[in-house]
């Protein structure tokens, strides 16, 4: 009963920050909310981990991290002066 609570919260979170990711006025506005969304989602990762007891998801969970991050970085560069 408790993970189906820890799920709901999850999936209201990445809504939420879907939704300001598509109804941002700005560009930084979207890439937060999409941000926020795979900070949301690698926790997600990480509590299927430990629902499963297979973790592996960790290790997945840990790449799409860097991912996100580089992604971000690289919008970010993008904005302030071009590529």
């Not at 799920?7 to 598509?22: E, K, P, Q, T």
């Not at 998801?57 to 992604?71: K, Q, W």
């Amino acid at each position: 009963m408790m993970w189906l609570v820890f799920f709901s919260f999850i999936a209201a979170g990445v809504f939420f920050a879907l939704a300001r990711a598509g109804l941002g006025p700005t560009t930084s506005d979207r890439v937060v909310g999409v941000d926020g969304a795979v900070t949301i989602t690698i926790a997600l990762l990480v509590l299927l981990a430990s629902f499963f007891d297979r973790y592996i998801y960790l290790d997945v969970a840990l790449v799409y991290a860097v991912l996100g991050f580089i992604g971000v970085l690289a919008v970010a560069r993008y904005m302030e002066r071009g590529v």
